[in-house]
């Protein structure tokens, strides 16, 4: 017990205090994640849609979820992260307590795209955020430790969700309101009128020449290239929070609390063990052989699925996800953050989120597709095939970067 503890010392060792704020704030605003993962059922068991509807609606969320990205990126780059940061947290208040008054199929649509352009300015925002709070030698350990706030808040989140959605789905985005409200509060308190703490940070309020050498994030090949193997990787990851949900429910036979326990336990597993693994696996092995394995063992979580044994092998394929995720996303963030030069970091940030925001346009349509079509069977194996052939992608294109 002494020496888990010394190791999970040395693995916040160094963060600083700034990165610990950040994190704080991510926690609060992900508490009231509880809209995603149960939209999918909302539309299926409360306003009736079919299952191509649901997909064309969540499809929306993605679509609103890429052009947010890139404008947060665009708007970071020119009016700096906390100006964007604070505006999207703010401005999303209003849109979920409004969103339960919209029940037709077009105004959903409409509304979702709206909700997910607004919030996700936030995601290159927060992420060119952390790059300037954190030590540079730190900062996988920081992204790893947003991460873990955002799932500590995504393990409550939908927990909290299943109880709500007992009553009423509408709470649900009540819910949601809420914690932005909070959010937004506590960023607006801690760090209005706090400088950015390390020496790059500094450079970069403080630059105001052209720096010479800066590539464009967006002809900039390796990193284009990149970025589809990202996509690729969220196409199939990200059924967690579509088709994965309504296959526990239909499927399986699932109740909406006992989903959203099953859920949060992702959540739990990433807040206790990947502080842990990203030190563990940062110094031993390369970026690139991380995020091989640990594509690889998500798409072998998903094959899981498919072997019809009861309600623990669906935690036990939830761990080894999670695993997966654990090894591989906090990685696309650094590896992003390294590619910037100064002046590019928030276009830089903000491809990446874009390249998975775009996954979510397709991905839930597609998603629902297949299972309606060809069985959740059939979805599971393509799943994990794309998660296979983005493995060996991530193999060729992080050797050539």
Request: proline share 4%; glycine share 8%.
């Given at each position: 017990?002494?020496?888990?503890?010394?190791?999970?010392g040395?693995?916040?060792?160094?963060?600083?205090?700034?990165a610990?704020?950040?994190?704080?704030?991510?926690?609060?605003?992900?508490?009231g994640s509880?809209?995603?993962?149960?939209?999918?059922?909302?539309?299926s068991?409360?306003?009736?849609?079919?299952?191509?509807?649901?997909?064309?609606?969540?499809?929306c969320?993605?679509?609103g979820?890429?052009?947010?990205?890139?404008?947060?990126?665009?708007?970071?780059?020119?009016?700096?992260?906390?100006?964007?940061?604070?505006?999207?947290?703010?401005?999303?208040?209003?849109?979920?307590?409004?969103?339960p008054?919209?029940?037709?199929?077009?105004?959903?649509?409409?509304?979702?795209?709206?909700?997910?352009?607004?919030?996700?300015?936030?995601?290159?925002?927060?992420?060119?955020?952390?790059?300037?709070?954190?030590?540079?030698?730190?900062?996988?350990?920081?992204?790893?430790?947003?991460?873990?706030?955002?799932?500590?808040g995504?393990?409550?989140?939908?927990?909290?969700?299943?109880?709500?959605?007992?009553?009423?789905?509408?709470?649900?985005?009540?819910?949601n309101?809420?914690?932005?409200?909070?959010?937004?509060?506590?960023?607006?308190?801690?760090?209005?009128?706090?400088?950015?703490?390390n020496?790059?940070?500094?450079l970069?309020?403080?630059?105001r020449?052209?720096a010479?050498?800066?590539?464009?994030?967006?002809?900039?090949?390796?990193?284009?290239?990149?970025?589809?193997?990202?996509?690729?990787?969220?196409?199939?990851?990200?059924?967690?929070?579509?088709?994965l949900?309504?296959?526990?429910?239909?499927?399986?036979?699932?109740?909406?609390?006992?989903i959203?326990i099953?859920?949060?336990?992702s959540?739990?597993?990433?807040?206790?063990?990947?502080?842990?693994?990203?030190?563990?696996?940062?110094?031993?092995?390369?970026?690139?052989?991380?995020?091989?394995?640990?594509?690889?063992?998500?798409?072998?979580?998903?094959?899981?699925?498919?072997?019809?044994?009861?309600?623990?092998?669906?935690?036990?394929?939830?761990?080894?996800?999670?695993?997966?995720?654990?090894?591989?996303?906090?990685?696309?963030?650094?590896?992003?953050?390294s590619?910037?030069?100064?002046?590019?970091?928030g276009?830089y940030?903000?491809?990446?989120?874009?390249?998975?925001a775009?996954?979510?346009?397709?991905?839930?349509?597609?998603?629902?597709?297949?299972?309606?079509?060809?069985?959740?069977?059939?979805?599971?194996?393509?799943?994990?095939?794309?998660?296979?052939?983005?493995?060996?992608g991530?193999?060729?294109?992080?050797?050539?970067?």
């Amino acid at each position: 017990m002494k020496k888990l503890i010394t190791i999970y010392g040395d693995s916040y060792r160094g963060l600083s205090t700034e990165a610990w704020l950040l994190a704080v704030v991510m926690l609060i605003n992900r508490t009231g994640s509880m809209v995603i993962p149960f939209l999918g059922m909302y539309m299926s068991s409360a306003l009736h849609f079919t299952k191509p509807q649901v997909g064309m609606v969540l499809g929306c969320f993605g679509l609103g979820s890429v052009c947010g990205s890139w404008l947060g990126g665009w708007l970071t780059d020119r009016l700096g992260n906390y100006r964007v940061q604070a505006y999207s947290l703010i401005l999303t208040v209003p849109i979920f307590l409004l969103l339960p008054n919209f029940k037709t199929f077009e105004s959903l649509a409409g509304m979702i795209f709206l909700l997910t352009l607004i919030a996700d300015t936030f995601r290159p925002a927060n992420s060119v955020s952390v790059a300037r709070y954190a030590k540079p030698e730190n900062l996988t350990k920081a992204y790893s430790l947003n991460r873990m706030a955002v799932n500590l808040g995504f393990s409550i989140g939908p927990a909290l969700a299943g109880f709500l959605a007992t009553f009423s789905y509408d709470w649900i985005f009540y819910g949601n309101a809420i914690a932005a409200l909070a959010a937004a509060i506590v960023f607006i308190i801690v760090f209005r009128n706090r400088a950015p703490r390390n020496k790059i940070g500094r450079l970069l309020k403080g630059a105001r020449n052209k720096a010479e050498g800066d590539r464009n994030a967006y002809l900039d090949t390796p990193f284009i290239i990149f970025n589809v193997f990202c996509f690729l990787f969220s196409m199939a990851f990200f059924q967690l929070l579509s088709t994965l949900p309504l296959f526990y429910k239909e499927a399986r036979m699932m109740s909406e609390g006992e989903i959203g326990i099953l859920l949060g336990f992702s959540g739990f597993c990433i807040v206790v063990f990947e502080m842990l693994l990203v030190h563990a696996v940062e110094h031993r092995f390369t970026p690139r052989q991380v995020m091989i394995y640990g594509t690889g063992i998500a798409g072998v979580a998903y094959l899981m699925l498919n072997v019809p044994y009861g309600l623990p092998w669906l935690y036990i394929s939830m761990f080894i996800l999670s695993i997966g995720e654990m090894l591989t996303l906090p990685f696309t963030a650094t590896i992003s953050a390294s590619r910037a030069s100064l002046k590019t970091q928030g276009a830089y940030m903000g491809f990446n989120s874009l390249a998975f925001a775009a996954a979510n346009i397709f991905s839930p349509y597609i998603g629902t597709y297949v299972a309606a079509h060809y069985g959740y069977e059939i979805l599971w194996f393509g799943t994990a095939a794309v998660l296979l052939f983005a493995s060996a992608g991530f193999a060729w294109i992080l050797k050539k970067m």
